[in-house]
């Protein structure tokens, strides 16, 4: 069964800085992977995608890497920020399969930065 | 969030009663989604439609029900028979049916409904 965990499940940082957030898979065969961000009470919004080939892709303070033999990921963020204050979903893609089982989500790593 | 929209943004319902929640794109997208999200639990799929007048059940279908009649459009029924009703509702939808894999999905503000 494809399966996708997050790690920590809820961190705590200081404004300014840094923190990983990890995502560890077993989803076969593998097509990509995608971080998301969801602010309480709003929909996911895209953050990076990485197929196979890619070992780290990077969208302004956010850079999530990719370690496909391993399968796991990891979302560093930078100099954080109060506004980085949100969930981060892991979500990865299966290369066939039906609607139903081609996304696993992960539970997501709710960040919460304090001033 | 990407020219969908959900409404209402919270639902309160008594027990019994049937809700429908309404799910609007301008995107001109081919497949629309929804999911439920319950603390602490990854997103599950609960119907999709990759085409309009086509739509097939996701993993936990059991007491909702679609439709698509329109391309811009995928309201999702919440009947009595759902067991477990409140929960955090999302729709979503990406530019191609066909390529579920690869193409990324935007999603709504969602709706919270709740039952009493």
């Known amino acids: 069964k494809n399966q996708v965990e997050q790690s920590p499940q809820s961190l705590i940082i200081l404004e300014g800085k840094n923190c990983t957030l990890q995502?560890?898979?077993?989803?076969?065969?593998?097509?990509?992977l995608r971080w998301y961000k969801q602010d309480t009470g709003r929909g996911p919004v895209s953050l990076t995608i990485?197929?196979?080939?890619?070992n780290t892709k990077s969208n302004g303070r956010y850079t999530a890497t990719l370690d496909a033999d391993t399968k796991q990921s990891s979302l560093h963020i930078t100099a954080s920020q109060l506004s980085d204050s949100a969930s981060y979903i892991c979500?990865?893609?299966?290369?066939?399969?039906?609607?139903?089982?081609?996304?696993?989500f992960g539970g997501g790593t709710r960040l919460m930065v304090k001033p | 969030d990407g020219g969908i929209t959900q409404s209402p943004k919270y639902l309160f319902r008594k027990e019994g009663q049937n809700v429908t929640l309404s799910c609007e794109q301008n995107?001109?997208?081919?497949?629309m989604y929804w999911y439920r999200q319950d603390p602490g639990q990854g997103l599950r799929l609960i119907y999709y439609?990759?085409?309009?007048?086509?739509?097939q059940k996701g993993d936990i279908a059991e007491g909702y029900s679609v439709s698509r009649e329109k391309k811009e459009s995928f309201p999702l029924t919440v009947t009595s028979a759902q067991k477990n009703p409140t929960a955090f509702y999302l729709c979503?939808?990406?530019?191609?049916?066909?390529?579920?894999?690869?193409?990324?999905?935007?999603f709504g503000p969602g709706t919270r409904l709740t039952v009493l």
């Open positions: 995107l001109n997208h081919d497949a």
């Open positions: 979500v990865v893609s299966a290369l066939r399969g039906n609607a139903g089982n081609m996304l696993t």
């Open positions: 995502c560890n898979y077993t989803v076969s065969p593998f097509s990509n």
């Open positions: 990485m197929t196979f080939s890619e």
């Open positions: 439609s990759q085409i309009v007048n086509d739509f």
């Open positions: 979503a939808s990406s530019a191609n049916g066909a390529a579920l894999s690869t193409d990324t999905q935007y």
